[in-house]
């Protein structure tokens, strides 16, 4: 199966003149009060989304009551799901809408002939860029851009039958200059990555991108596709260009896919939730990655019992805001 169920994770309010459908492999951006979401897979009669809205940050708010902002005429030209999503730093308010699983929303069949949307959020404005270099389709990654305007995205998988979700998997890494709209692309050597997919990208302020858990292929002569173990650490330093690994320390944690990262302070990186290969829930839901520590270290945090305590979930969203994690959409797991 697909796609699992989808439940509807934030309760409707009356008071709420707006509220987006459930939804997953939606993608995310923030910029400034505005945390952007889009896209992503409904299981309506349009199954594939090319909504845009946002959530309204500028004051704070219930969880039970999310300030959900529409906008009007700022439907995507394309219906992304499992999409990258990441905002210039040349002007902080264009987002590059990259790859993923692209429908057309008007024939609700695949569509790649672009692969690269641009959103002017000050204008609420979609463009197609003029990308030149090898442009890779991809799916299933996850890009982080640094202060440099270079969005780094590896590997990721090529699938053409979106019902079936059977595909390659890759382990180069795809480099995209916003300043220059040109693509690069790393080539894979011996002291790569396994290809690899569903995996979680945070770029840390020492310039290392630090890649955790996903699916990946074995190294066997079939490519037998296997759970990352989350203390095999594979991080590519933007600097020189390489990659190194790490075996982190600490507390025992299922493998998981399809799970959510973001960078809190003091180089603490939150994981939440994810899924086993199977489509079956995975705990603990909330891991903190040290990397102030070398090796980095795993530690579960005591956590108080609050009015929302998110379930179970995968394939959601999570964005860190101020001090906040903030998690939308995905799939609800019911122990
Ligand atoms: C966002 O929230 C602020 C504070 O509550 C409010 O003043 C503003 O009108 C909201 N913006 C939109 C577009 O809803
Ligand atoms: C974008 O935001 C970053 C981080 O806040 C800031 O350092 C940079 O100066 C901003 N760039 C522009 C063009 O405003
Ligand atoms: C944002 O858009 C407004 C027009 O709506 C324009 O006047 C302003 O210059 C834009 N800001 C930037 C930084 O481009
Ligand atoms: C792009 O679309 C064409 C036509 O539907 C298809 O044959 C091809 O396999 C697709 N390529 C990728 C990388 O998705
Ligand atoms: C995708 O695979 C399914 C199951 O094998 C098949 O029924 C369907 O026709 C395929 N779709 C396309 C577009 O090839
Ligand atoms: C690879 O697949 C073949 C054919 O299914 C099987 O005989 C073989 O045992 C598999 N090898 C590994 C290493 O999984
Ligand atoms: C990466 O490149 C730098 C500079 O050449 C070098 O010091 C470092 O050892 C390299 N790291 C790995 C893991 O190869
Ligand atoms: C992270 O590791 C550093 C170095 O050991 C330590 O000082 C710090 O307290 C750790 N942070 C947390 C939140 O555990």
């Not at 902002?69 to 730093?89: D, K, Q, R």
């Not at 990352?228 to 594979?234: A, F, G, S």
Request: with cysteine.
């Amino acid at each position: 199966m697909p796609f699992g169920i989808i439940l509807l994770l934030l309760i409707i309010s009356e008071a709420v003149c707006f509220t987006p459908y459930a939804r997953v492999g939606q993608t995310q951006a923030l910029v400034g009060t505005k945390l952007f979401y889009a896209g992503g897979y409904t299981g309506l009669t349009q199954a594939y989304s090319n909504e845009l809205f946002y959530l309204n940050l500028s004051s704070s708010f219930q969880a039970s009551n999310p300030p959900w902002v529409s906008l009007t005429n700022a439907n995507i030209p394309i219906s992304p799901t499992y999409s990258t999503f990441v905002v210039s730093p040349f002007d902080n308010f264009t987002i590059y809408l990259i790859g993923g699983y692209l429908v057309n929303p008007s024939t609700n069949t695949p569509d790649n002939n672009t692969l690269i949307y641009a959103f002017n959020s000050n204008v609420t404005e979609w463009t197609m860029p003029t990308i030149s270099g090898s442009s890779p389709k991809r799916q299933e990654m996850e890009g982080v851009v640094d202060n440099t305007g270079k969005v780094y995205i590896f590997g990721g998988s090529v699938i053409t039958n979106y019902t079936t979700r059977k595909g390659i998997f890759f382990n180069d890494m795809n480099i995209l200059d916003m300043g220059t709209n040109i693509w690069s692309t790393i080539q894979p050597t011996s002291n790569f990555p396994n290809p690899r997919i569903d995996y979680t990208a945070i770029l840390l302020d020492n310039n290392i991108i630090v890649y955790i858990g996903g699916r990946e292929y074995a190294n066997d002569i079939n490519q037998t596709e296997i759970l990352v173990d989350l203390h095999q650490i594979q991080l590519f330093d933007t600097k020189n260009s390489n990659w190194s690994s790490m075996t982190a320390t600490g507390v025992n944690l299922q493998a998981r896919r399809f799970h959510t990262a973001v960078l809190a302070k003091n180089g603490q990186i939150i994981i939440y939730g994810g899924e086993n290969i199977n489509f079956t829930p995975v705990t603990p839901n909330l891991a903190i990655l040290n990397t102030s520590v070398t090796p980095y270290n795993w530690y579960i945090p005591t956590i108080n019992a609050g009015p929302y305590d998110p379930p179970l979930l995968a394939e959601h969203s999570a964005t860190m805001y101020e001090d906040l994690m903030i998690i939308a959409f995905g799939i609800f797991y019911e122990l």
